[in-house]
C-alpha cells in the first residue's frame, strides 16, 4: 500500500490536470484561446505517474496534447493559462501557445505541435546526458500516430545503438486525429516495434497512474545504469475528439464508457477512500484548492499584458 501523502501527492496532480483542461476549454469557447486546442481528458495517469517517477532534474520532451506533461512536471497554472491567452507573462510570453509551451527550469524541454518531431529531439537530449554523464534520464513523450512516422524508428533505433538513457513513452489513445490504429498498421501492439530494435519494451494500462509510476521508476533505474533505452506503450483513450472542434463521433459509445469507467481520476479517488482512509471531506478540500489555483490563475492571465510590437522585435533578436 502507498502512503497517503504520495497518493495524495497524484491526485492532487491528476484533478489538476483535469481541472485546468475542463476550465481551459471554457476559455477556448470564449475566444480567448487562439489556434487549436488538444485536451488531455482521460490521459492524465500517464503524465503524472511518469513525472511522479523521475527525479526534478530529469528531462521530458513533450507533444500537441501537452499541457498534462507541463503540469506534471511542476508548472504554474498561471503562467500556463498566461501561455495559451498568449501574454508576455506566459513561459515562452505568449508566443507559444498551447502546443509549445516549455519550461527549462524544470527539464521540460518543449512541446511540439510537428507530430513525432519531439522524439529525435529527445534522443539529442538522452545523447548529452550519455557524454557528459550527469545521470539524467529523459522521458520523451509520444503517439500511436507519431509511431507512424519514419522519425520514430530512425530514433529509436539510434537511441538503441548508443544505450541511451531515454524512455520513449508511447500513449496509445487508439487514433490518430480519427483514424483507428486498426487502420493504420497490421500489428497494433505498438511495443513491439520496440522489440524489433532490441529495446526493453512493454505494454502497460495507461490509466493507472500506480502501474505507470511503478513501470517509469524501473526503467529510469536501468537507464541510469546504462541499460536504456526504454519503451513502454500506454493504452488509454481520449474522453472526446481530437480537439475541441471535433466531436468525436467516430468513436464508439461502448468503448468510451469502458474507458470511462477506468477513469484515472476516479480510480485514484477509489484507491484514497478505500485503501488510504481519507474522506470524501479530505478530497473536497483537495479540489477545492485547485479550484481556487486555476481561478486565480486565470485571473492573473486575464489582466497581464500581450508584448508589444517593440517587445516582440526585441525579443526575437535574441534568438
Given amino acids: 500500500m502507498y502512503e497517503q501523502e504520495f497518493v495524495n501527492s497524484l491526485y492532487i496532480q491528476l484533478y489538476r490536470i483535469r481541472h485546468f483542461e475542463t476550465e481551459c476549454i471554457k476559455l477556448y469557447r470564449q475566444g480567448l484561446i487562439r489556434g487549436y486546442f488538444h485536451p488531455y481528458l482521460g490521459e492524465e495517469a500517464i503524465a503524472v505517474g511518469t513525472c511522479a517517477a523521475l527525479e526534478p532534474s530529469d528531462y521530458i520532451t513533450s507533444t500537441h496534447r501537452g499541457h498534462g506533461h507541463c503540469i506534471a512536471k511542476g508548472a504554474e497554472l498561471k503562467y500556463m493559462v498566461a501561455e495559451l ?3 508576455k507573462t506566459g513561459y515562452c510570453f505568449g508566443l507559444g501557445g498551447s502546443m509549445h509551451i516549455a519550461d527549462l527550469s524544470k527539464g521540460n524541454l518543449g512541446a511540439n505541435a510537428i507530430v513525432g518531431a519531439n522524439v529525435p529531439l529527445g534522443v539529442g537530449a538522452a545523447l548529452a546526458s550519455s557524454l ?3 545521470h539524467r534520464v529523459t522521458a520523451v513523450f509520444t503517439s500511436d500516430g507519431g509511431s507512424n512516422n519514419g522519425v520514430f524508428a530512425e530514433s529509436l533505433n539510434l537511441a538503441a545503438i548508443w544505450n541511451l538513457p531515454m524512455i520513449l513513452v508511447l500513449e496509445n489513445n487508439q487514433y490518430a486525429v480519427s483514424t483507428p490504429i486498426s487502420e493504420s498498421t497490421r500489428q497494433p501492439e505498438l511495443y513491439k516495434r520496440g522489440q524489433a530494435l532490441g529495446i526493453d519494451s512493454m505494454r502497460i ?12 521508476k524501473q526503467s529510469a533505474k536501468k537507464c541510469r545504469q546504462g541499460k536504456g533505452p526504454v519503451l513502454i506503450e500506454m493504452l488509454t483513450y481520449r474522453h472526446g475528439g481530437h480537439h475541441v472542434n471535433d466531436p468525436g463521433t467516430y468513436m464508439p459509445r461502448e468503448k468510451l464508457d469502458y474507458f470511462l469507467s477506468i477513469d484515472p481520476v476516479k480510480r485514484c479517488k477509489t484507491y484514497l477512500l478505500e485503501t488510504v482512509g481519507v474522506t470524501e471531506q479530505d478530497i473536497a478540500d483537495i479540489e477545492s484548492g485547485i479550484h481556487k489555483e486555476m481561478q486565480d490563475a486565470i485571473e492573473f492571465a486575464k489582466k497581464s499584458e500581450e508584448l508589444s510590437q517593440e517587445e516582440f522585435l526585441e525579443l526575437i533578436q535574441d534568438y
Fill in 205 to 216: 494500462d495507461g490509466n493507472d497512474v500506480f502501474k505507470v509510476f511503478e513501470k517509469i
Fill in 132 to 134: 557528459i554523464q550527469n
Fill in 85 to 87: 491567452l498568449g501574454k
